[in-house]
């Protein structure tokens, strides 16, 4: 018979979760920016970092944050509660990436209306293209 965990411990696991799920979805713009190689803000170069360090910097959240959601795996072969706590440092992250673009936009390029006859549509300004 197995002893069940202290708080501490399965506090812990899920705390690992999560922010496995902040770093996991953190890697996703900085690898598709590589991939696509585009400049995207990283702590290691700024603003105008390369498609390289957005790649180095997408590894190094990919791999930190597998290794979290590894470590705050438990016994068995199907997730738990801690899935909640990934999926909610994924969304978390979403959210929170979301809404600082949408107030101070450091990685895209802000959007402007355009008159188009009887309708207005939205493009980005001409140096952007």
């Known amino acids: 018979m197995s002893r069940p965990a202290p708080v501490a411990a399965t506090?812990?696991?899920y705390v690992a979760a999560f922010v496995?799920?902040?770093l996991v979805a953190n890697s996703?713009?900085?690898l598709a920016s590589a991939a696509t190689g585009?400049?995207?803000l990283t702590p290691l170069a700024g603003r105008r970092s390369s498609p390289l360090v957005n790649l180095v910097w997408g590894a190094a959240n990919l791999a930190g944050g597998l290794a979290l959601v590894r470590?705050?795996?438990g016994p068995g072969r199907r997730w738990d509660r801690r899935l909640v706590a990934f999926e909610a440092g994924a969304v978390t992250f979403a959210a929170w990436m979301a809404a600082s673009e949408a107030m101070a936009p450091m990685n895209s390029v802000p959007v402007t209306s355009v008159p188009?006859?009887?309708q207005t549509t939205?493009?980005?300004p001409?140096?952007?293209r």
Request: charged share 20%.
């Open 11 to 13: 506090r812990g696991r």
């Open 20 to 22: 496995g799920g902040l």
């Open 28 to 30: 996703a713009p900085h």
């Open 38 to 40: 585009r400049e995207h």
């Open 71 to 73: 470590s705050a795996t």
């Open 116 to 118: 188009h006859g009887d």
């Open 122 to 124: 939205t493009a980005a």
């Open 126 to 128: 001409a140096s952007a």
